[in-house]
């Protein structure tokens, strides 16, 4: 169900928003009357993208981000980039790709509340929506680096969510047992078939139902939810 006019007069910036569920949930809050700027770093993928506004960008580099969250000044922030990086155990792990994952999954979001969180306190305003993952929650084997890095965006947006608790901005997070986009290309057909199998629902998420609660979760009705990580899991998540 869209709501028309959610959020008119309202500014939002999705990162990793030229695929998978940075897309949907951009399209979901435009369709909904806010003002989106998509920020990726494929130029091809953001050539395609239908936004008042996109960006190429390079989030790793937090002096890039500081400079752009100062242009774009939203009011809404929903931070989607991610890869999972190769699926095998920890001893066998690439140092090159460990760093790799930590970089673009928690230090890049890291980065992106760091520079908006200032913006949106002086308009005592503001949302902030993680994308964790409940690898982050359980840890998958054969996934070290993920399930570390989404760990770590879960405990970083509950200190935010503290530290932001008095000025009217909320920063949340959503952990959603797997959800079939172009990201299970860089997945092993043995890890997609665990993670069915952990899901009690028996089923994977859609865009569109992680897209409907990250837009409760940006919205006003979500005042009173702040420094919480919403499981999306069809019943997998146990705490």
């Given at each position: 169900m869209i709501f028309e006019n959610r959020f008119a007069g309202r500014s939002a910036v999705i990162t990793g928003g030229a695929a998978g569920l940075g897309a949907g949930i951009a399209a979901r809050i435009a369709a909904e009357g806010g003002r989106v700027e998509v920020w990726d770093i494929d130029a091809d993928a953001l050539a395609g993208i239908d936004?008042?506004?996109t960006r190429q960008i390079d989030v790793t580099d937090a002096e890039?981000?500081?400079?752009a969250m100062a242009q774009a000044s939203p009011d809404i922030l929903v931070c989607s980039a991610g890869i999972t990086g190769p699926n095998t155990?920890?001893?066998?792990?690439?140092v090159a790709d460990w760093l790799a994952v930590q970089n673009l999954n928690l230090n890049a979001v890291f980065y992106c509340c760091r520079a908006a969180a200032p913006i949106m306190a002086t308009k005592s305003w503001g949302?902030?929506?993680?994308?964790a993952s409940i690898a982050g929650k359980e840890g998958n084997p054969n996934a070290p680096a993920y399930s570390a890095s989404k760990a770590g965006v879960i405990g970083l947006t509950k200190s935010l969510g503290k530290e932001?608790?008095?000025?009217?901005v909320t920063c949340n997070a959503i952990a959603p047992a797997a959800v079939r986009t172009a990201i299970f290309e860089q997945m092993t057909q043995d890890h997609i078939?665990?993670?069915?199998?952990?899901i009690p629902?028996?089923?994977?998420?859609?865009?569109?139902?992680i897209a409907a609660m990250a837009c409760w979760l940006a919205s006003d009705e979500a005042s009173f939810s702040t420094g919480?990580?919403?499981d999306q899991s069809g019943g997998r998540a146990t705490g």
């Open positions: 936004a008042h506004a890039a981000v500081s400079a155990t920890t001893w066998d792990y690439p949302r902030i929506i993680n994308i932001l608790a008095t000025t009217g078939d665990f993670m069915q199998s952990k629902m028996g089923r994977f998420g859609t865009v569109e139902e919480f990580c919403f």
